[in-house]
Every structure is written in C-alpha cells, then in structure tokens.
C-alpha cells in the first residue's frame, strides 16, 4: 500500500540542526520531495531527491535517502526562526500521464529563539 | 516562476450551496490538480487533470466535481456543500519531464468553512 509517515512535532532553538525523518512504503516510488508550507500559505518546494541518490546538498539543506530501509530525512543546517513551518515529504509513484504525489501528515517544525 | 492562484483566500458557504473554486496557472502546464488538507491527514487528492477536458478521479472524490474547459484554468464544485467539506482546498499543477521527474506547484490555497 501507499502510506508516507512523518512525526507531528519538532521543537529545536535557533542555530541548531533540525532532522526531520520521513517514511514511505512503496519502493517503486521515482522522486521524493520535501515541502515547506508557512502559516496560511500554500506548499513550496524545497528540494527534491532522484530516487537512485543517497544524498543532495543545496545550502543549508541535506536530503539523505535510505531507499533500503525507505527513510528520507532533511537536515536543516543553523535553523533559524524563519524556518518555522510546517515540512511535508511526498513520494512520486509513476504512472501515466502524471506521477501521484502520496504526502505524508506534515511535520511542525517549531523554532525557539 | 510559476504562478498558480486561486481565486479566493477565504469562503464561508451554508450546508447545501452550490460552490465554485477556481484555480489558474500561467506556465501552460499540462496536468492540473485538487487537493484538501486536514489536521493531521495531510493532503488528499481529490481529482485531477492531465489535459483539457480530461479528468480523474482522486482518492476522496465524493461529492466532488471539477471541470477543466481550458488549459490554464481547473475549477473544483461543490454540488451541495455539507460540513464535512469544512478544509483547506489546495490547487496545484506540474508537467512531466521526459527524465520522469515532476514538480506540482501549488496554490495559496483556499480556506472554505460551510455552516
């Protein structure tokens, strides 16, 4: 089955690295994404992750995939009070026309200052 | 940078009212889509579109319709809005890279409350 699973809360101070884990279930899955949705706000792309990759760095993002044990994590470098949001993962499963985006339940990312 | 709007940021509609929400894009993507987001359920696809006039259904498609007459354009219906349509209703659209690889931009979304 499709099911993408993420933990509700994450509390860290300013500066700190946040980790944010997410798992998925279906390994057919071609890309996995990260998004971003502020308060009120629609979802923003963050980065996304081939499937065939370990790891992709963009500035203060790493994206660290085990595609054997199906766990994506994000690790937000020197976190700052900016970064408080909600964080979506979502596996692209392929087919047809379009791929089908399976997201997960969000996680809040809440930072201290 | 792609552009998808929504035509309203907040609706209050009463039990049975026929709604309308609107979404435009303006990077002449191909596939378009509907999604609503609850507390704890994440995002639900409720229908979406790979071309004018074409249509799928989604995961929670009832009580829902859509009608995608131009390219740019996805409208989300409502027939009888109940309260348990109460959500957040989200529109994206994306095409689909010949590598595969897919990017659905989303909307600022819509916040719908029915009464």
């Known amino acids: 089955g499709e099911d993408v699973e993420q933990s509700l809360f994450l509390s860290v101070r300013e500066g700190d690295s946040s980790v944010i884990n997410c798992t998925y279930t279906d390994s057919s899955s071609t890309y996995l994404y990260w998004y971003k949705q502020e308060p009120g706000a629609g979802l923003q792309l963050l980065t996304y992750i081939f499937s065939n990759m370990d790891m992709k760095q963009d500035q203060r993002l790493t994206v660290l995939l085990n595609k054997k044990d199906k766990h994506l994590s994000l690790r937000i470098a020197d976190t700052q009070t900016g970064d408080s949001a909600i964080y979506f993962c979502a596996e692209a499963l392929a087919g047809g026309a379009t791929n089908k985006l399976i997201f997960g339940t969000g996680t809040l990312l809440a930072v201290q200052p | 940078d792609v552009k998808v709007t929504q035509s309203s940021r907040y609706l209050v509609k009463r039990t049975g009212e026929k709604v309308f929400l609107e979404c435009v894009q303006d990077?002449?993507?191909?596939?378009m889509f509907w999604y609503r987001q609850d507390p704890g359920l994440g995002l639900r696809l409720i229908y979406f579109s790979y071309d004018v006039k074409m249509k799928e259904k989604g995961d929670i498609p009832e009580g829902y319709s859509v009608s995608r007459e131009k390219k740019e354009r996805f409208s989300l219906i409502l027939e009888s809005a109940s309260t348990n349509q109460t959500s957040m209703y989200l529109c994206?659209?994306?095409?689909?890279?010949?590598?595969?690889?897919?990017?659905?931009?989303f909307g600022p979304g819509t916040r719908l409350l029915v009464l």
């Open positions: 994206a659209s994306s095409f689909l890279s010949r590598g595969g690889q897919e990017t659905q931009y």
């Open positions: 990077m002449d993507h191909e596939n």
